[in-house]
Nanobody, 127 residues
């Protein structure tokens, strides 16, 4: 499985960015893809998740709910994270991660349950 993130960069507070995660190589038809972020000196934080298992599910972390939207385009094998009203607290490296080997792949997925990871894309927010 390969995951490749793109779309990070520098944005002013209050601005928007759209991250993309291009995925390939899944063996199974059902899998969950999540976005996680890590700011310097902090643990991973679950940002959002989307799964096509068990009828489909999405989830958002409490700090981004109402501002971020996750979506998936299977024709392009890509998951998107639309991030609006960004603040300094959103600055971090954002990682795309995936899991496909569990019987329960409903969102949210714990960070330690994700088997595959991209290299990350940095997001910087200027105040």
């Amino acid at each position: 499985v390969q995951l490749v993130e793109s779309g990070g960069g520098l944005v002013q507070a209050g601005g928007s960015l759209r991250l993309s995660c291009a995925f390939s190589g899944f063996t199974y038809d059902e899998f969950a893809i999540g976005w996680y972020r890590q700011a310097p000196g902090k643990d991973y934080e679950g940002v959002s998740c989307i799964s096509n298992s068990d009828g489909g599910s999405t989830s958002y972390g409490s700090s981004v709910k109402g501002r971020f939207t996750i979506s998936r385009d299977d024709t392009k094998n890509t998951v998107y994270l639309q991030m609006n009203n960004l603040g300094p607290e959103d600055a971090a490296v954002y990682y795309c991660a995936a899991a496909d080997r569990y019987s329960d792949l409903r969102c949210p997925m714990h960070v330690y349950a994700m088997d595959y990871w991209g290299k990350g894309t940095p997001v910087t927010v200027s105040s």
